[in-house]
């Protein structure tokens, strides 16, 4: 297809984001604190770390039964999950750490999980963050196998199921990226004929292609030649791993932006979105902030997206004590904030969207919208 260059226009709408941008640089310089994740950061950074590695050595010693070697594998899979979400993700934001040197370091664990850091910080930090919730261009609900995640996706009749089956599609999130990136390369070249990316740099496919054989040495060929399994074994433990780790970060991505709520702007003929882009971004996220510390610490804050597509050089640690700041500001000028009242409700909302989608046309039923909550102070 032909890409078209998207351009977000609203001067009435403009004057949100300067407003809500002082405050929170008056919330850090007024309290003396700097926007990265600071010395607790990379403390977690390295638990998350030891998550995954620590498992994958303890299976490599040989010295466990194949049932807790299986144990291992998805204990591995929190790990996978657990770097993504609050170490690779904040890092290659830039926001884990002051110096570029410390980003680029632990923006470097995404190898590790079989992922590329060139490529997601296209279509992620530019594409996604940018174009949030718009169909041909966030890959985050577009061209996804046998689902529907945009009401501008072609219907299909198996759609109607997708609610029963999609988390199953979800849990293979990472095992994608093996071949995932590759596929990257094309889409964005394309997209750099319309100037909404670069082309893919030559020097970068040799970094994915060096990145994933290190994969594949580390993840099979290593095991396979250390322990006395059969690859069947082998692929078990893989899956397992990757199911686990699959379906936490997919399902924690897919309550932001795929809820009740949320918008799915169209651009015109021309590509122009008729709003300012933060209030694009307020109006295409959503948070599920519960009362749970563990989960918001597990998953790297993404419980508080909204705060986190409106400000993504800002470390996650900060956004549960600036989000009553950007509420409060998008009330004074007449936004919604939507907000999900925890993990559970955001779920459900998440899965009556996914049975909406799975018609040509939503049922009346799936058009209320719940009601917004507040968020703590």
């Not at 194949?66 to 998805?74: D, E, F, P, R, T």
């Not at 040197?101 to 470097?108: C, R, S």
């Not at 559970?344 to 040509?360: E, F, K, N, Q, V």
């Amino acid at each position: 297809m032909q890409y078209q260059k998207i351009k977000f226009s609203n001067k009435d709408k403009s004057v949100f984001f300067p407003v809500l941008r002082q405050r929170i640089d008056h919330h850090f310089s007024s309290n003396n604190i700097c926007k990265s994740g600071g010395k607790g950061i990379k403390y977690k950074a390295l638990f998350m770390l030891s998550l995954y590695l620590i498992p994958y050595a303890l299976i490599l010693s040989g010295n466990f039964s194949n049932m807790i070697n299986l144990a291992l594998a998805v204990i591995m899979g929190l790990g996978v999950a657990g770097v993504g979400m609050s170490v690779m993700h904040d890092a290659i934001h830039g926001s884990l750490a002051t110096s570029k040197l410390w980003n680029k370091f632990f923006g470097a664990s995404i190898y590790l999980l079989g992922g590329n850091a060139y490529n997601w910080e296209v279509q992620h930090n530019r594409l996604h963050h940018t174009y949030t919730n718009i169909h041909e261009v966030d890959e985050d609900i577009t061209g996804k196998f046998l689902l529907r995640l945009s009401f501008q996706e072609k219907y299909k009749s198996i759609h109607r199921f997708q609610h029963i089956y999609a988390f199953f599609l979800y849990s293979l999130m990472t095992i994608s990226f093996l071949w995932k990136d590759f596929k990257e390369i094309s889409l964005f070249n394309k997209m750099a004929e319309s100037g909404m990316t670069k082309p893919f740099p030559k020097k970068e496919l040799a970094t994915l292609i060096i990145s994933k054989i290190g994969y594949v040495i580390f993840i099979l060929a290593i095991p396979m030649y250390f322990l006395p399994i059969s690859f069947g074994q082998w692929l078990l433990g893989f899956l397992a791993m990757h199911f686990t780790s699959g379906i936490i970060l997919s399902t924690v991505f897919q309550m932001a932006h795929v809820v009740e709520g949320v918008h799915q702007p169209e651009p015109d003929e021309t590509g122009c979105v008729e709003n300012a882009w933060a209030v694009h971004q307020l109006q295409t996220t959503s948070n599920f902030a519960g009362k749970s510390k563990l989960l918001s610490w597990y998953i790297g804050g993404l419980d508080y997206q909204i705060e986190h597509h409106l400000f993504p050089s800002i470390s996650h640690v900060h956004y549960h004590a600036i989000s009553p700041i950007v509420r409060a500001t998008a009330l004074e000028f007449g936004y919604d904030y939507n907000a999900k009242k925890n993990f559970i409700t955001a779920l459900g909302s998440h899965i009556r969207m996914l049975r909406s989608m799975g018609y040509p046309f939503p049922p009346a039923v799936f058009a209320q919208q719940p009601e917004e909550v507040s968020v703590p102070a």
